[in-house]
C-alpha cells in the first residue's frame, strides 16, 4: 500500500468526453446524441446515465488552436449559448447521417439551445470569433503552461475548430543537416598548434619558411604549403572572418570542390566522397557537371517546434523561416531531439550554361510566369505560411529528383521510400543529392554508390518515366495557375508519376512538373531535356 508511484506522467487533454450512452428520444428523431460531459463531472472515468448505469466516455474529437500553436478545449457552454448566458444545463452531441461532417454535427443544450458545428469553421465576425480568441494554453507542458498568444489587435489570434485526429493538427518543424568536413578545418588546427610562440610574429611568406625550418613548427605544418599557411596567417591577422554559409551553401560547396576526394574514408567516418568521371560518348556532357559518389555520409535531423494548420519547411537554401511562430518543445529550452543517420548517397550538378540557356527560352519563360500566378494565389488561401517561390530550376531539380528516385529504386535495393533527396538550386550551383539514412547499417548497403557506376542508365530511365503518366492527358495539361482546379503548386505532376512517399520528399511534394523535365503529349518546348529521346 504505501508503494511509490510508477510509470509515466501524462497530461489528461482534452478535458471533455462523449459518453457512450445515446439518447432514445434523439435516437427516434433520426439523430444520435450522446452527451457531452467535463472531466470533473465523471465518477472514475464514467458516466452515470438518466438509466442509473455507468456508461464508458471517450475524448471528443473536437478541440481549438490558433495558428501560434496554442491548444485547448472548446468553451462549448459559451459556444452553445454565448458569452452572456449562464445556463449550465447538461450537453449533448448530436449528429446525423454517418458522414461526419461539421454541418450534421450540433451541440445542443438540455434548454434546446443549440450550434451547428459548421458555424465554428467561420472566420472571426468583427470582434466575435466563434470560438473566441486564444488564450495561450500549452495542455502538452502541463495544465497551468500558458503564454502570452500574439495577435494583431492585441487580444490573440482567434480560435479555430481542430480535429484532433486530423492531418493538420500536427506539423514537425524539422532541420536536416550533413556533416560534410570543412577543408580548411585541419589547416587552421595546424596553425593554432604553432600560433602563439611563433606565427603571429611573421610578416611575410619568407618570414613563414624560416619558422617551418624550426622542428615544431615544420612537424605542426607538414602537408601544407608555405603560400596556403601565409594566407591563413593574413586572414586572421586582418580580423576577416569568413562569411556565414547557410546550409546547402556550404554542402554543395564542398560537393563541388576540386579535389577528386573528399573526407577520410574510414569505417568510422563521418564523410567519404569520390568524383566520378561520366562514361566516354555520354549523352549528357552539355548538361551534367559533375557526379560524385558518397560512400558514407552523417545526416543530423533536429526537431525545433511543431506548427498546426499550415506546415512550415526550411526553405530552399535548408535554413528555416525565423519568421514563423512555432509552438515550443518545452518551457525552458535548453536541448533538442536529434537523430543520427549514417548512409551512402549519389549527387549530380548540372552545368549553370545549360541552365540558364534553357531558362532563356520564351516558352519556359511563360511556364515560370504561371508558376507564380498559382502560387500566388495559393498564397491568398494560406495566409499563415511564410513560403518564398524557390524558382524554375528548383521545380526541375525537384520534379528530376522524384523521377530518379522511382528510376534506381528498381534497382539499387532500397525502396523509393528509403531514399531522401537534397535539392540545390543557389545561384549559380544547380545539384541534387539523393541519399539513404538509417540508423543501423540497412543504408549503406552500396546501391546508391553502384548508381554513380550507371548513372546515364538510370537518367535515361526516369525520363522515360516521366515521358508518360497514367493519368494523361489530364496530368500533362494541368496549369498551376488553374484556378477550377486548385492544385496551383503542381505543374503536370500527379499521384501517377511525380508524387511520392512524403518522408523522401524536402517540400512536401510540392513545387512539381515533369514537363520542365522531359516532352510530355501536351509539351515539348518547356523540357530541359527535349532533345532526349531515351
Not at 450540433?106 to 472566420?123: P, V
Not at 602563439?196 to 624550426?214: A, G
Not at 552523417?298 to 525565423?322: I, K, M
Request: proline content about 6%.
Amino acid at each position: 500500500m504505501n508503494a511509490p508511484k510508477t510509470g509515466i506522467f501524462a497530461w489528461e487533454f482534452p478535458e471533455w468526453f462523449v459518453a457512450q450512452y445515446e439518447d432514445p428520444e434523439r435516437t427516434r428523431q433520426g439523430y444520435r446524441s450522446r452527451p457531452l460531459i467535463h472531466r470533473e463531472s465523471l465518477v472514475r472515468h464514467k458516466y452515470y446515465g438518466p438509466d442509473r448505469k455507468k456508461h464508458p466516455v471517450v475524448p471528443v474529437r473536437f478541440v481549438q488552436a490558433c495558428l501560434n500553436g496554442h491548444l485547448s478545449d472548446v468553451d462549448w457552454y459559451v459556444f452553445v449559448h454565448g458569452p452572456d448566458d449562464p445556463c449550465r444545463r447538461q450537453l449533448w452531441l448530436d449528429e446525423r447521417g454517418t458522414t461526419g461532417e461539421l454541418a450534421d454535427v450540433w451541440a445542443r443544450c438540455a434548454c434546446t439551445k443549440r450550434r451547428s458545428l459548421a458555424n465554428a469553421t467561420l472566420g472571426a465576425a468583427g470582434d466575435a470569433p466563434p470560438l473566441g480568441y486564444c488564450r495561450g494554453h500549452r495542455p502538452w507542458l502541463g495544465k497551468a503552461a500558458s503564454e502570452r498568444c500574439g495577435g494583431g489587435d492585441g487580444k490573440g489570434q482567434f480560435n479555430r475548430l481542430l480535429v484532433r485526429s486530423a492531418s493538420n493538427a500536427y506539423f514537425p518543424q524539422v532541420l536536416s543537416v550533413i556533416s560534410i568536413p570543412d577543408p580548411d578545418a585541419n589547416l587552421r588546427a595546424a596553425v593554432d598548434r604553432v600560433w602563439e610562440d611563433f606565427l603571429q610574429y611573421t610578416e611575410s611568406e619568407n618570414d613563414v619558411e624560416r619558422e617551418r625550418k624550426k622542428e615544431k613548427v615544420h612537424n605542426a605544418l607538414e602537408g601544407f604549403e608555405t603560400a596556403v599557411v601565409w594566407r591563413e596567417i593574413q586572414r586572421r591577422k586582418s580580423g576577416f572572418k569568413p562569411a556565414q554559409k547557410s546550409v546547402k551553401q556550404a554542402e554543395i560547396e564542398m560537393l563541388l570542390a576540386s579535389p577528386s576526394e573528399l573526407g577520410e574514408d574510414a569505417p568510422d567516418g563521418d564523410f567519404y566522397a569520390r568524383a566520378v568521371a561520366l562514361p566516354s560518348g555520354s549523352r549528357f556532357p552539355e548538361q551534367i557537371e559533375r557526379v560524385v559518389r558518397v560512400d558514407r555520409l552523417r545526416e543530423v535531423t533536429t526537431q525545433v517546434g511543431f506548427t498546426r494548420f499550415e506546415p512550415a519547411s526550411p526553405d530552399p537554401e535548408g535554413e528555416l523561416n525565423l519568421e514563423v511562430r512555432r509552438a515550443d518543445l518545452a518551457r525552458e529550452v535548453n536541448w533538442l531531439p536529434a537523430i543520427e543517420n549514417r548512409g551512402e548517397g549519389v549527387f549530380l550538378s548540372f552545368r549553370k550554361d545549360a541552365v540558364h540557356t534553357w531558362l532563356a527560352r520564351p516558352e519556359v519563360h511563360a511556364r515560370g510566369e504561371q508558376f507564380v500566378r498559382g502560387f500566388e494565389t495559393w498564397k491568398k488561401t494560406h495566409t499563415a505560411s511564410k513560403a518564398v517561390f524557390p524558382g524554375l530550376p528548383y521545380v526541375f531539380l525537384h520534379s528530376l529528383s522524384h523521377l530518379l528516385i522511382n528510376a534506381v529504386s528498381l534497382e539499387s535495393g532500397y525502396a523509393a521510400s528509403s531514399i531522401r533527396e537534397r535539392i540545390y538550386a543557389l545561384g549559380d550551383r544547380y545539384g541534387i543529392l539523393l541519399h539513404t539514412g538509417t540508423q543501423d547499417a540497412e543504408g549503406t548497403l552500396g546501391g546508391l554508390v553502384q548508381v554513380s557506376r550507371r548513372l546515364e542508365y538510370h537518367l535515361l530511365s526516369a525520363l522515360e518515366l516521366g515521358r508518360l503518366c497514367s493519368n494523361d492527358p489530364i496530368c500533362a495539361q494541368h496549369r498551376p495557375d488553374e484556378p477550377l482546379e486548385e492544385r496551383f503548386l503542381h505543374g503536370a505532376a500527379c499521384h501517377g508519376c511525380l508524387l511520392i512517399a512524403e518522408p523522401s520528399c524536402e517540400r512536401r511534394n510540392e513545387f512539381l512538373d515533369r514537363a520542365l523535365v522531359i516532352p510530355t503529349v501536351d509539351s515539348a518546348s518547356t523540357a530541359f531535356f527535349a532533345d532526349h529521346d531515351g
